[in-house]
């Protein structure tokens, strides 16, 4: 699915330039649980899936082997899917990845600045605003995924919905879904991420 893309853009790609300090950094540490990332989205995924919601999902960790002692990384993913009765057209399941990346250090916002541009680059996004210190959304590869991504300080932050609808022709191995049916909801829980930091991270 979206992992290869989500983990591409929450490891980078190649080596950082040498960084030179500046802005201090504002988090100082990041949560090893999935459950403690999620918990500030849970409000506005429950809102989005809507009748396939279902309490015994647990976003599931993803970060072995990703972090360093000067890079935390978490990246969790649930998968929300209706079991029966089916409707045509309507979602079938939806597929949720929260990504945290965060740099420590002297330099840890310019190196968190220069992620942040790789991502955009790299995925084809498009600025945005509203969201943390600068912000994008992206829109395809791989398996139609709409990702809401931003920066905020040190920490790099990035939410890829994905899923498949029922259809009458194909019954349960419906259409993916479309665009207009997933980047809302990408968007939504990346606010609500914004939101509060302070449930992931620790402040310096």
């Not at 398996?143 to 609808?165: E, H, I, M, P, Q």
């Amino acid at each position: 699915m979206s992992a290869l893309l989500i983990l591409g853009a929450v490891t980078g790609c190649g080596a950082d330039e040498a960084g030179q300090a500046g802005a201090e950094p504002m988090f100082g540490g990041l949560t090893d649980s999935c459950a403690q990332v999620a918990q500030p989205a849970m409000g506005a995924i429950r809102a989005y899936t809507g009748d396939l919601f279902s309490d015994t999902v647990e976003f599931e960790d993803e970060s072995a082997g990703l972090s360093r002692p000067e890079r935390p990384v978490k990246v969790c993913t649930a998968e929300y899917q209706k079991i029966q009765p089916w409707s045509a057209g309507a979602p079938l399941h939806r597929t949720i990845t929260l990504s945290f990346s965060l740099r420590l250090g002297d330099d840890g916002v310019e190196a968190t600045e220069r992620h942040f541009d790789r991502a955009l680059a790299d995925t084809k996004g498009s600025v945005t605003t509203g969201l943390g210190d600068e912000s994008f959304e992206s829109w395809g590869a791989p398996d139609d995924t709409a990702l809401s991504a931003f920066r905020k300080s040190n920490v790099y932050v990035s939410v890829a919905v994905f899923g498949s609808n029922m259809s009458d022709r194909e019954g349960i191995s419906g259409p993916r879904a479309g665009r207009s049916e997933v980047e809302p909801g990408a968007r939504a829980i990346a606010e609500a991420l914004a939101a509060d930091l302070g449930a992931v991270l620790t402040l310096n």
